[in-house]
């Protein structure tokens, strides 16, 4: 429908005798429109514009839930798509698009059911920068209408717009921004060359004539991660607009006309809309969708690494076999672990420069060392070797106390002998392996078996006894199964035999001496 000047026009052309192709022409619009109202009386045209104006609209029955919308954010002015993806995140399905609900809204407005207060935004335009070189982050807080106070870490790629959101229930730490940061190069995929940010003080301790001096942590990330960092002041719209701009689209565009109680609500419904919304919109800034863009960016972003700062995150660890030396390797290099992990799990981390090593049950560190630049090395530390925690002379009582019978004994004298420079792991080896065995005459068998062929090893000890272990049980599985086919065997049904009656046997007596019944 076209407006009434419009309206006018036309029938002002037509009165100074003008036909329907030249009025089209002149006011520049479509043939069909000016057919449409030339013939139209100004009655017919004022019932016409009513009949649209009061006719059932898409969003009618949204109506009061909108109006209840701008009710709780105290009538000011908001942004029509926030209100568009909260809907749509609350029933699915809506009745129309964006701009339906735009002009569904520009009609509340415009018949006077909904008036807002006057609210001016200023945006402002940065300078486009190169893929991969930079990355501007961030911080805010948003106090929900039911209490909740939110501490917000958003980073964004000014290249292709792509954001991470972070949000926290306590103040900022230099921990807490190197865990964010962390978590932000890990969902984008990659490291950028340069970080902008200003001088927040979990970041900043002060500036001399123009010499940054950072917190003493985010020293060592910054030289860790080989990040350049540029340091503008506090709302430097010149410098850090991108992530002002994204600041205020958090805020105005999810948590204005959202509601939480709980932070873990926050954020699972915050992760839906930045990969919905966020990332998931055209940027109007670089006409491209950022969830596309990125994929691009990250050919030009660096290779993510692992950080001194996450070696206690389970994410980024490996698998590793100590070996019964009590070496893991690690890129062509040994490395000690101590001497009670041999032949067992331990899950290592490695950054550029250090290796961890974590017990893989209880996750403590067990050992720590500096990376060989060399290789095929065999980096020993010698504690890793040493158990003092009681003498040599209580580890070969304890081991002689482990059974009584004669055999034994002998066995751990020439194990002794044998093995005197390593006596001490062979001792512990015999109290972690080859205590509390139930089986114990298996045992005597297995360590008659050693000192017969004269292999006086503990190792070799437990493989043999091993071995006779399983052959036993097979013995024992043989007979069990002999057993079980001579029973089947042996157990036979009795015969069913037929019963006659005492008549018949009556009958062929009395026919036999000649009496008949």
């Excluded at 003008?18 to 006011?27: D, F, V």
């Excluded at 300078?127 to 039911?146: A, E, H, L, N």
């Excluded at 000192?451 to 006086?456: C, F, G, Q």
Aim: charged share 30%; proline share 2%.
């Amino acid at each position: 429908m076209v407006k009434k000047k419009m309206y006018q026009k036309i029938q002002k052309l037509k009165k100074n005798g003008c036909n329907k192709t030249q009025i089209a022409l002149q006011l520049q619009i479509d043939p069909t429109t000016v057919r449409k109202y030339y013939y139209m009386s100004p009655k017919i045209y004022n019932k016409y514009r009513n009949d649209l104006i009061v006719r059932k609209k898409d969003f009618d029955d949204f109506k009061q839930e909108i109006l209840e919308i701008y009710k709780l954010n105290n009538y000011q002015k908001l942004n029509m798509a926030a209100i568009y993806d909260f809907l749509e995140e609350k029933y699915i399905k809506l009745p129309g698009n964006e701009k339906t609900l735009r002009n569904y809204i520009h009609y509340l407005i415009t018949s006077g059911q909904l008036k807002l207060k006057a609210k001016t935004r200023c945006y402002i335009k940065v300078p486009d920068i190169p893929y991969g070189k930079q990355m501007q982050i961030d911080f805010g807080v948003y106090k929900t209408r039911s209490g909740l106070k939110l501490y917000i870490f958003a980073a964004v790629l000014s290249a292709s717009r792509y954001k991470y959101i972070g949000l926290q229930d306590t103040p900022f730490t230099t921990i807490d921004l190197i865990n964010h940061l962390l978590d932000c190069f890990d969902y984008i995929g990659g490291i950028p060359e340069e970080l902008v940010i200003d001088q927040d003080s979990i970041i900043v301790v002060s500036e001399n004539y123009g010499d940054i001096i950072y917190t003493k942590k985010f020293a060592s990330f910054i030289e860790e991660m080989k990040l350049k960092m540029y340091v503008c002041r506090k709302s430097d719209p010149e410098s850090k607009g991108k992530i002002e701009n994204v600041i205020r689209y958090v805020k105005y565009n999810f948590f204005q006309i959202r509601d939480f109680n709980l932070i873990e609500d926050a954020i699972d419904s915050l992760y839906k809309w930045l990969k919905r919304r966020g990332n998931g919109k055209i940027s109007q800034a670089t006409k491209k969708v950022p969830i596309l863009a990125i994929e691009e960016e990250r050919l030009f972003l660096r290779s993510i690494m692992n950080s001194i700062f996450r070696k206690d995150s389970l994410l980024g660890r490996e698998l590793r076999i100590v070996s019964d030396k009590s070496f893991i390797m690690v890129d062509t290099n040994e490395y000690s672990v101590p001497a009670e992990y041999k032949n067992r799990k331990v899950e290592i981390f490695k950054t550029e420069k250090d290796l961890y090593v974590f017990d893989e049950k209880n996750n403590s560190e067990i050992a720590c060392h500096k990376l060989s630049l060399l290789t095929g090395q065999r980096i020993i530390k010698h504690r890793h070797f040493r158990n003092n925690s009681c003498s040599i002379k209580d580890l070969h009582k304890k081991t002689f106390d482990l059974y009584d019978f004669d055999s034994w004994k002998v066995f751990v004298e020439k194990n002794i002998k044998t093995y005197s420079r390593y006596s001490r792991d062979q001792c512990i080896y015999a109290g972690k392996n080859l205590q509390n065995i139930e089986d114990v005459n298996i045992l005597e068998m297995a360590v008659e078996y050693c000192l017969e062929n004269k292999t006086y090893s503990m190792g070799q000890l437990k493989d043999t006894f091993q071995y006779h272990l399983q052959e036993y049980k097979e013995e024992q599985s043989i007979i069990q199964d002999l057993f079980t086919n001579l029973s089947i065997k042996t157990n036979y049904s009795s015969p069913d035999v037929k019963k006659r009656d005492l008549t018949e046997y009556e009958n062929i007596i009395n026919a036999q001496s000649g009496v008949e019944k």
